[in-house]
């Protein structure tokens, strides 16, 4: 009871439950990605992945421990709770480290909208050309009916 009151779950057993799948939920999403998480580059990021492994790991015993617990059994739920929380802060850590990304990768952006532009400019060309021609030869054929 001390260690459910030490976490403030005592209220209930459905909020122990509700806790416990939002704990799920969120580890899953984690590796997965989903809901604005992005999920975990491979072979980039394999350390957060091996790490994720381990806090599954200390999940599961946790979960276990849990199960069984009664008065005599609170010392190793306790105890795998400890080494869940010790990997969950090894994974935090990891998260912290900013991916690197692929500074040699091609340029597309670049290419795509200097395209767009050349393009662009093109086709003012090409309108106000036409607007020309189109006005000289109309001056052409005024000069022409007015000779005749």
Known sequence: ?????TLGLTESQERLQAVTEAFQAGHVRLRDGGGGVPKILLP???DILD???RVDAAWIE???QKQDMTADHVTKVEAALGGLVLS???LVSLLAVPDVEDEDGFPWAAIIYSSLGGLFLCCCCCFIFRIKT??????EKKAVSDKV
């Not at 189109?134 to 001056?139: L, M």
């Open 1 to 5: 009871e001390a260690l459910l009151y």
């Open 44 to 46: 980039e990021r394999q």
């Open 51 to 53: 790490q994720w492994l």
């Open 62 to 64: 946790f979960q276990q």
């Open 88 to 90: 969950l802060r090894a």
């Open 134 to 139: 189109s006005s000289k030869g109309q001056s």
